[in-house]
């Protein structure tokens, strides 16, 4: 277990950080990518339904490195028979992904294998499955199993594959209890509207459609909580990326507008300007990180009656 | 808002006079505050009699650490005071004692910004000066910046003057900062914050002085991309003690000695970015130059 590394801990902001890439040049550092932006927290079952492969693969890349940087088991499945090549795009050439893959912290699998390891989807035998990964991974000293798992093998073809939602619903009930962290892959377009939504439902956390803007920003991220109706923000909410997310709530919220702030990292005024672009509506902020607190109070936010922030 | 300047040298002038201003606060079923120091809390609380309790007490000297603190600390109190159902609020407040007349100009300056930041604000506000501690001059000063005097009643000051000009007159010329190095400004504004934080680390800036770095350059980008043509430089180093970074635009840049320094309120449109990175940090310079304008930070 000597292989499992520490990670940094930014505990002003009580999240793990991943620093992007660091390239050291005689004694100057260059920095050229920004960090790892992560929106699902340990514990949590959540999937992603970006419509683009590039929008998926990033946000799955970032999820193993926030579970590698905070010591998980970190299992993903794969749906592309050439695992060196998934490997090698999860890496991204960061070289934390690859030390992971050589210590055993970090395995990958094809997705079919463990899902329909003889083409019937089963989903006793893969819920215990995943339940023996935890235990072997808690059995082996690691904190946590965080798994994530590309769905494209679940076509209608696949006998047992009509049973996705029940399974999802299951899994959220056989993993309780924590030490487990799942994100499942689900690729806009490949399902029928009616599965992917009943499917989303099953998860505590959703990386809708039609939040991938955000992430495109790459340094934030968004996913629907509370059953679809919170929207949850992680990373680094600045000027930059402001007119995306302003965007997103334009199209796609109505007011009364729920936000959970607990893992924005960073904020200034022009992203505290993009939650709240009309004066005079109401905004809820479950969940305030330090960041956020301080702009609420530097905005005068703090005393409107308009702006409810829950504990 | 009312903001008028009570002068006295005595204790009982203060007692007398100042204990009839919050009681008739009482009266009007106003909010009281007094921000002075100890004696003169234990002095105003013994004339108002099992009133005195009644009135909120701010120690002065713990108040009155910079301008820009002083003023959203009582911007804060008086949105609460507001927020939690008063009508008005009466304060009375006093600066504590200065050293030399660098420090009385920014706190002259000071008081001319009050009436632009709290005008918006349901306040009476009187500013005692007791003339057996404040120099005669600082005094004479504090005519310009009241617009109403506090004696037997309540008069105008006729030598009341615009805020805006008193304090450009009272700001010292910002002085030019050697040793500063460029920091690389490509790339998204979130890696050239993790950049310049790479660069206080090393340099051993605390990391709430860090933090509050960051995000006031952040503001001054914002604003130069907004406002001033885009950015021309970053310059970042250590001064001594301190930290500095310089943010330059290629704008026209812009004469406004208020900027900053005035609370946001709902409606604020402009002016919010350099209110916050006023507030974080310890100190903040504009500077207009054929080039363009340079905002300097200090932490």
Redesign the interface.
């Known amino acids: 277990m000597s292989s499992v590394h520490n990670p940094s801990r930014s505990l ?1 902001f009580g999240v793990v950080s991943v620093a ?1 890439r ?1 390239t050291l040049q005689g004694d100057h ?7 790892v932006a992560v929106v699902v927290r340990p514990g949590e079952h959540a999937c992603c339904r970006f419509a683009h492969a590039q929008d998926r693969l990033q946000v799955a890349s970032a999820f193993v490195r926030d579970a590698l940087a905070r010591g998980h088991k970190v299992v993903y499945l794969c749906d592309g028979e050439d695992l060196d090549a998934s490997a090698g795009a999860l890496a991204g050439g960061h070289d934390d992904v690859a030390a992971a893959l050589a210590s055993g912290q970090f395995e990958l699998r094809l997705a079919r294998a463990t899902y329909a390891p003889d083409g019937r989807f089963d989903i006793e035998r893969v819920l215990v499955a995943i339940r023996e990964d935890r235990e072997r991974a808690l059995a082996d000293g690691y904190p946590a199993l965080s798994i994530t798992g590309e769905m494209a093998w679940a076509r209608p073809h696949v006998p047992g594959s009509e049973r996705l939602s029940e399974y999802e619903r299951r899994f959220a009930e056989a993993m309780e209890g924590g030490e487990i962290v799942a994100l499942c892959q689900y690729a806009h377009g490949e399902f029928e509207p009616a599965t992917l939504a009943e499917v989303a439902g099953s998860h505590e956390v959703d990386l809708s459609p039609e939040l991938a803007p955000l992430a495109r ?3 934030l991220i968004g996913a629907r909580v509370d059953g679809g109706r919170t929207l949850r923000l992680a990373g ?1 909410l ?3 990326c402001a007119d995306a997310l302003a965007t997103v709530l334009d199209g796609h919220f109505h007011d009364p507008l729920q936000l959970d702030l607990a893992d924005l990292s ?1 904020v ?3 992203g505290m300007r993009a939650i709240r672009r009309h ?1 005079g509506r109401p905004l809820t902020i479950a969940g305030a990180s330090v960041s956020v607190r301080r ?1 609420l ?4 936010w ?4 308009e702006v409810e922030v829950l504990a | 808002m009312e903001h008028a300047l009570f002068v006295y040298g005595e204790d009982q002038e203060l007692a007398a006079r100042i204990g009839r201003f919050l009681e008739e606060g009482f009266e009007e079923g106003s909010a009281t505050i007094m921000v002075v120091d100890a004696r003169k809390h234990e002095l105003l609380r013994d004339a108002l009699g099992a009133d005195g309790d009644r009135v909120q007490f701010i120690g002065c000297e713990a108040h009155y650490t910079r301008p820009e603190a002083a003023i959203a600390d009582y911007d804060t109190t008086l949105r609460q005071r507001v927020r939690d159902g008063a009508a008005r609020v009466r304060l009375f407040a006093e600066l504590p004692p200065f050293e030399g007349p660098h420090e009385y100009d920014r706190w002259t300056a000071y008081e001319a910004i009050v009436n632009r930041a709290f005008a918006h604000h349901p306040v009476s506000i009187v500013c005692g000066y007791d003339t057996r501690v404040v120099p005669a001059a600082v005094v004479k000063d504090m005519l310009g910046t009241h617009p109403r005097l506090l004696a037997e009643t309540l008069t105008d000051s006729p030598g009341y003057q615009d805020p805006a000009l008193l304090a450009r007159a009272l700001a010292p010329a910002p002085a030019p900062v050697a040793g500063l190095a460029p920091v690389e400004l490509d790339g998204e504004a979130s890696i050239v914050r993790r950049r310049l934080r790479a660069l206080m680390t090393s340099a051993s800036v605390a990391p709430a002085d860090a933090d509050a770095m960051l995000l006031a350059v952040d503001e001054a980008l914002a604003n130069a991309e907004r406002h001033g043509g885009g950015v021309r430089e970053l310059r970042a180093g250590r001064v001594d003690a301190r930290f500095v970074c310089e943010v330059c635009d290629r704008g026209p840049g812009f004469d406004d000695a208020l900027a900053g320094y005035l609370p946001p309120t709902a409606a604020s449109e402009d002016g919010v970015g350099l209110w916050v990175a006023r507030q974080v940090t310890r100190r903040l310079e504009l500077e207009s130059t054929g080039d363009g304008l340079t905002v300097r930070l200090w932490v």
């Open positions: 002003e992007g660091r550092v260059t920095i050229d990518e920004p960090d920003t790459q340094c680094e600045d000027f930059a960073y200034d005024v022009a004066t702009m109070g530097l905005l005068a703090d005393t409107d009656p």
